[in-house]
C-alpha cells in the first residue's frame, strides 16, 4: 500500500498512542512505536534564523532530537546572510547540509517538511502560524502570539481547523514549579487570589540592539516588502527589520516579549481568560535613541468573573530598562499568605497574624510554608547545550506531542489569551484611555470605540 510519509507519521503515532490501529497493517501499537522511534525521522523547517532560535530554541531540539528521531532540514530567512549564517550553523551543530530557502513559499514547497518552528519578528507569528497549519505542518511558535486582534483571531481559527500540533512558545507551562503552583491555586489550598505583581528589569543599553548587523543590512539583500506583511508601508528601514522589538507596530517590546510570559501564568493559575480591563503608564525616559517603544512601563489590570465585578483582583506588571538585574518577578498574593515563584515557595508572608485578626474578632489566617517542586531538566539524550530548563522541557514537550497527537502544554488557546491581555496593554499604552474587551466582538475597545493599531 503506497501511503505518503505524513501519513505514515500520523497513523504510526496514533497508533503508538493506543488509539487507533489501521486495518491496512498487522502490527502491534508497539511494533509501531519501535518503527517510528527507529526508521521514521520527523523533519523540522525553521522560519527566521533568529538570536531566539540559535541561543535558546535550537540547543533545545539538539537535547531531545536524536532519541526522539526528529531532524532540520530546511530554513527560510528572507536575509540572504543570515540564511547562510544559520545554514553553517546548523550544520556545524547536527552534522549534515540543509535545504535554505529565500522564503516560506519555498519552504512549503519542499516535499520532506513536517512541522516548523517560527522564530520570526512578534508581528508575524500569527501570520506564519496560519501559513504553516494550513500547509499541514505542526508549529513551535515563539510568543508574542499575536499583537493585533484580526491576527489572534484568524489564527485561532486557523490552528484549530487544520487539526495541526502548535506550542506556543510560553515555557513556563512545561516548569514543574509552574505546575506546582497552578495545581495548589487550582485546588483552593491558596485561597482567592487578592493581587498579583509582576516585574521584569534590566539595564543593558544594547537590549534588542543591534548595530553591527543593522551596518551589513542592504535593502537589495533582503525581501523588504514580504517582511512588512499586513503592516502598513513604511521605506526600508534596517533598524525596524533588525531591531523591530523596539518599533511600533512591529512589536509593542515590554508587553509583548516579558509580559506575555507572566500574564500567561494569571489565565492558566486562574482559568480566566482575559483581564476585564487595563490601564498603563510610562514613557522613554532612558533611552532616547530613535525607539518607539518604551523602556518603562507600568500597566495595571483588573482580573476577575466577567458577571461579577464584586469579585477580582489587580494585577500589575513594571518594567524598566535602565536599572536592574534580569530576575523576573511573579509573586500572588492571598490573605493567608503569598506564592513567590522567585523562591518557589508558598508562605504566611503578609498572611493575616493572630494580633490583626484579634482587632476584629476574627480567627487568624495563614498559608503553611511550602517548597514547590523546583525546575528540573527532563530526559536528555545528547550532552548539555545549555539551554535552559523551562525551554527545553516545553521543546520536548512539542516533539512527543507531535508522536502522540496530545494537545502540547501551550495550545494555541494560551496564545489567544495573552494576546488580548498583550492588545489590551497596547491600546493603554497608546490612547491613554482604559482598555476594556468585547467578548461578542472579541475586539479590544477603548471609550466604547475599537483599538487599532495604526
Known sequence: MENSRRDFIKKAAIAAAGTYVGSAFSMSAKSYARIIGAN??????????SDRFKDTLFPCFLNHQKELNFDITALSDL?????????EHIKNKIGHGITTCRNNDELYALKDIDAVIIS???????????????????VYCEKPFAETMEDARTALKAVRESKQILQIGSQRRSGQNYQAAADFIKQGKFGDITMVELS???????????????????E??????????????????PRIYLEYRLFWPYSSGMPGQWMSHQIDTVHWFTGLPHPRSVTANGGIYQWKDGRRNWD????????????????GFQVVFTSRMHNGE?????????NGGELNLITNTVSASGGLGARAAAAMKMKPNLLPEVKLAAPTLQAVASANTGADVLS????????????SRKEPNAPVEAGYRHSIANIMCNAAVHTGGKANFDETTQEVMVNGKIFKYS
Open 392 to 403: 527545553s522541557n516545553h521543546m520536548r514537550n512539542w516533539l512527543e506531542c507531535i508522536r
Open 326 to 334: 534580569e530576575k523576573p518577578a511573579e509573586i500572588y498574593y492571598s
Open 220 to 237: 537589495k539583500d533582503t525581501d523588504w516588502r514580504r517582511f512588512l506583511l499586513n503592516r502598513p508601508y513604511e521605506p526600508f528601514n
Open 79 to 87: 536575509w540572504n546572510y543570515r540564511r547562510d549564517l544559520g545554514a
Open 296 to 311: 518603562t512601563t507600568t500597566a495595571v489590570f483588573d482580573y476577575g468573573p466577567l458577571n461579577d465585578p464584586s469579585k
Open 40 to 49: 521514521d525521522r520527523v523533519n523540522v523547517g525553521i522560519v527566521g534564523f
Open 120 to 138: 520570526s519578528p512578534d508581528f508575524a507569528h500569527a501570520s506564519h502560524a496560519i501559513e504553516a497549519v494550513r500547509n499541514k505542518k505542526d
Open 200 to 218: 521584569w528589569n534590566v539595564n543593558q543599553p544594547g537590549r534588542w540592539r543591534r548595530p553591527d548587523l543593522v551596518a551589513k543590512l542592504k
